[in-house]
Every structure is written in C-alpha cells, then in structure tokens.
C-alpha cells in the first residue's frame, strides 16, 4: 500500500496532507525519514508521523451466517476438524459472537468489532436470542412453567425466559425459546433439567435481527449499519 494511503487510512490526516508531511520529511519508516513518495508500506513497516507511531485502521466487518450442524464457533479448538470461520471468505480476520455448540444451528453473527462482541456477550445488556427447539417427549405444562421462572443451574439462578409451544411433531414437541442470557450450553441443560432432552436446537434471532428463511445451511451475508441497530434490539 502506498504511504499516503496508509496514513490517510489510520485517521491521521488526508492523503494530500501526508504527502505534504513526507515532502517536509515529517514521516519515518522503520527510524529512517521517508522521502520517498511513492513508497509501499510493507508488513512489519514501523510507520510514524511526526512522531507518533501509527497504523491503518481495520475496516470494520459484520457477518451473519446459517451455522451447520458439525462445525465449532470457537477458533482456537485445535482439535475441532471443521471450524466455522473456515466458511468465511473474508481478507479481514472475523470471529464469532458468542457460540453455538457443534450440535446446534443456525443464526451466528461473526466481526471484528470488539466493542459490538463485548456488547453482545456482556450478562448486564440482556441481549435475546430466540430459537426454535425440539424436544423428546411432551413436557407438561407445570415443567414448562418452572423453566420459564428460571432454574438454578451451577448455583446460579437463571432469569426469566420466555417458551411458546409451536407444535407437537409425532411424540415430541417444538418450542421457541427466547433468553436474555448465554451461559454455556443453557437451553439444553435447562431442558435436561424436566428430563425432556434438547433432540434439535436453531438459533433463529439476535435482539431484533431475524436470519432470513432463504439463508441456506452454510451460507451468510453481510450486514449492514440497520442490521446492526436490529442486532441491537433498536426498532422494538
């Protein structure tokens, strides 16, 4: 990338203005004045102007994918063999919000926006997340109440959550879930706890962006500034 370029990209001033501070030997790369104009910064180039270090600003990336079943949303699990970013064609490096465990699908927001990830996983913002459930067999009315209240998982008291009986499919039953919390693996335990166990479980919804029914297994899109407003949980 040529030096003006990547001065103008840090936020430190236009491309013009940089050109202007190399002529007037205001910029160093790697401790040596630059007066080069047409220098290309290569990685690992220490590049300061009048003084201060800089460096280019990351472009800020926001994707929504349809998580398959079978893939890890962690990134450093060296032992898992199919990671979701490997779906991600992307020259910025992404990371997924939160997770959804190996066995579980859908709605999963990945970026590289620390300040929306610590948003988004932080207890204290409640943040809902909904998704469609099946479950073995045909809990009762009193079970489903009970987790509704919220249970105590690890000594820690769930908050409240909301399930909608969708509809019964042969012997066991579909609900949509909705929590405002995301303790490790909690829909399933939650349903573990009333001996009714989690057979299928996909993530549908984040604040108020809802994953589009024609996004296929596997694939994402990119979001935009209104999605992340959704994703926010503006526009109720």
């Keep these: 990338m040529r030096i003006n370029k990547f001065i103008a990209q840090s936020g430190y001033c236009s491309r013009r203005k ?17 007066l080069d104009l047409s220098y290309q910064v290569n990685d690992g180039d220490i590049v300061e102007v009048e003084g201060k270090k800089i460096s280019k600003k990351e472009e800020k990336v926001y994707i929504a994918i349809n998580k398959p079943v079978g893939y890890t949303s962690t990134v450093k699990d060296k032992f898992a063999d199919k990671k979701v970013v490997d779906l991600i064609k992307s020259n910025t490096r992404v990371y997924p919000i939160g997770r959804l465990d190996k066995d579980s699908h859908g709605l999963l927001i990945l970026t590289n926006d620390g300040d929306l990830t610590y948003e988004l996983t932080h207890p204290k913002f409640e943040h809902k997340k909904v998704y469609e459930v099946l479950v073995k067999g045909k809990p009762t009315k009193n079970k489903i109440q009970e987790l509704k209240n919220g249970i105590i ?67 994402y899109v990119l979001l935009k500034s209104k999605d992340l407003d959704l994703i926010r949980g503006k526009y109720d």
């Design 18 to 34: 940089a050109d202007e501070l190399i002529k007037y030997s205001k910029v160093c790369v790697n401790g040596t004045i630059l």
């Design 153 to 219: 998982l690890d000594g820690y008291k769930l908050k409240k959550s909301n399930i909608e009986f969708i509809a019964n499919v042969k012997d066991n039953t579909k609900y949509m879930v909705t929590i405002y919390e995301g303790r490790n693996r909690q829909i399933r335990r939650m349903f573990d706890y009333i001996n009714h166990p989690v057979l299928d479980l996909k993530r549908v919804q984040i604040g108020n962006y809802k994953m589009d029914d024609n996004l296929k297994s596997g694939e």
